[in-house]
């Protein structure tokens, strides 16, 4: 490609709503645009590197036995409603209605088409298994668009659904695509780690998430040098409280008078009490239902584990006029005593507090010496709470270490949810009816785009790694004026194309800053300079993106030179 024709707009300054420095740094370099909030146009650029990652995705998808199909984006229904997700999948679903007046969204994912289709398709034992993927767009209505690609509303991505007949099959296929997917993020080039993650309301299915590893990332992860224990926070157990060693009395309940205290850390300076020796009142909508739970002062809520004590749909902190319906005191003194109906389910460590504080649920007051038990009952006590780094590992007791991470990918077994829910059966061997077992497995294509531009970065523009880079090498004659550079530039353009090599010739009429600056900023893994040495001693500038100085070669060496490092 010759840069005097390529779509190639690269921007001086960051568009001042680029939150994050892959968004910031592919809309500058000129991969991407923004058409709406969440929506992006791919540029010629940016669609290059997509193809790259798609390319891998499917040479390991294969290479596992996933066969590639495409499923209608427009999925009518008729079979959400028979699994029930046409509800439980939410306001991020987007509802479409056709002329007609019928109902259809567009595919947030594709378990009930595909379920559907080998219902019809497959009947008998002898054409399973069966691995079956397609790479497309999807559709979700993000509550907060935001990181450019990392969350959009519509995405790339690979989306691949095993059908097997018993749970031995699903495991094969489950630990196949581990395989295939820590291939394929390895051959991206990304730093990233897979993690055990939350079965979600499927129950305690097994599932990880493939996490790039990235300050901006939505995700903990904790993890344990010592015994490879990894998983996403959400996830991990905390350790039972010591038992109270029974040798503080119970005093008498006290209401005090806590002006100005609505936080944890006020309270505890006005009482002079530790925060661990306060409690945390959150009050959340389960779905219809308002329910509390309750932790220690200085701990945080995990809303994973309390959405598993009590399943709903949707759990999200309550607004505080919801609250308000039932308490009067509003957020800054809520607390467990005298809560009526209300289900209070409290985490592990306060069953074993004594004389504990905690708000009134009447504005500016607290009580204090509170105990579980004598003055509130709870509908149980649980592990609720967010791990530490003071926590011990779950698996090996040492210490454990944590991380932030952007989910690029994610394998699920899902069993037999979807089989049984549209009839996905098959008859074996003695010609018995079975239900067919099943598992998801996910890949974020324009996400990992984004996800290597994260991780791979300076201050002067994308660093890609070569394996998905738009372009190997970009060839930059100091002079396009000068015929006998130029000649030279275009014969290293033609003989790198010959052997497979992707060139971006920049034969601009602009001044070499200028081009030395786009190739930084655009991150080809090669620059090729071509100078006055090049016409007097036969020379040229060769540089690696990621080094800081280049080196001089000869003319007859930069190709095999290119060659080997692309192809090594
Ligand atoms: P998240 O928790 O980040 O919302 P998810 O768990 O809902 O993601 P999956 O249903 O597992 O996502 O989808 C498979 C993959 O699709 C994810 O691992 C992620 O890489 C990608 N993905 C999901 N939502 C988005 C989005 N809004 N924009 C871009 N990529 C996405
Ligand atoms: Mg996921």
Redesign the pocket.
Known sequence: MRMSNALIPTLRDNPADADTVSAQLLLRAGFIRKSAAGLYHYLPLGKRVLSKIETIVREEMDAFGGQELLMPIVQSADLWLQTGRWHAYGPEMFKVTDRHDRQFCLGP?HEELITDLVHSEVNSYRQLPLRLYQIQN?Y?D?KR?RFG?????E?I?K?LYSFDRDPEGLDKAYWDMYQAYTNVFSRCGLKFRPIEADGGAIGDSQTH?FTALAEIG?NTVVYCDHCGYAANIEIAPCPAPAPKSGEEAELALEKVYTPDSKTIEAVSAFLHVPADKTIKTLFFQADEELICVLVRGDREVNDVKVQRVHPCLALEMAEEDAVNKIVNGGFGSLGPVGLGNVKIYADLEVEQMTNLVCGANEAEYHYINVNPGRDFQVTGYYDLRMMTQEDPCPKCGQKTDSARGI????V?KLGTKYSEALGATYLDENGKEQVMHMGCY???V???MAAAVEQYNDENGIVWPKSIAPYHVVIVPISAKDANQMAIAEQLYADLQKRGIEVMLDDRNERPGVKFKDADLIGYPIRVTVGKKAVEEQVVEYKLRTEADNEVVAVSDVVEKVVAYIFS
């Not at 989910?407 to 994610?410: D, L």
């Open positions: 994912t999807k979700r993000e668009p690609l990392i969350r959009s509303r995405f991505m989306d998430e939505e989910e690029v990918g994610q699920f996910g890949i974020g324009s996400r990992t």
